[in-house]
């Protein structure tokens, strides 16, 4: 993988997790995509050339196939190809102080 590819993946992550009723990237379970960069590894991004996949975990207060479709769209546009998005989890969000 190349610096480019690990500043896409960046891209993607910091887009996905910004949209509000994101919890996060889901990282559990065999099967789940990663992307392996020179000293780490994203789990939960998978991108390719055509097209990408995205792991989440949303928050269950909120409009879950809205929230996903926004997550479509903000992983769509920052990957450069068009992203499907899993949603493998919903939680109830920690209230911020």
Not at 24 to 31: F, H, I, P, Q
Not at 58 to 65: G, H, I, M, Q, S
Request: charged content about 20%; proline content about 3%.
């Amino acid at each position: 993988m190349t610096d480019a590819t690990g500043e896409r993946v960046d891209r993607v992550v910091a887009a996905v997790t910004a949209v509000d009723g994101v919890i996060g990237l889901y990282a559990g379970g065999l099967g789940v995509p990663a992307t392996h960069l020179p000293g780490r590894t994203v789990r939960g991004v998978r991108l390719g050339a055509d097209g990408g996949e995205v792991h989440v975990v949303l928050d269950l207060r909120t409009r879950l196939l809205d929230v996903a479709a926004q997550v479509r769209r903000a992983a769509s546009e920052a990957a450069g190809v068009p992203v499907v998005v899993v949603v493998d989890d919903v939680a109830v969000a920690e209230a911020q102080a």
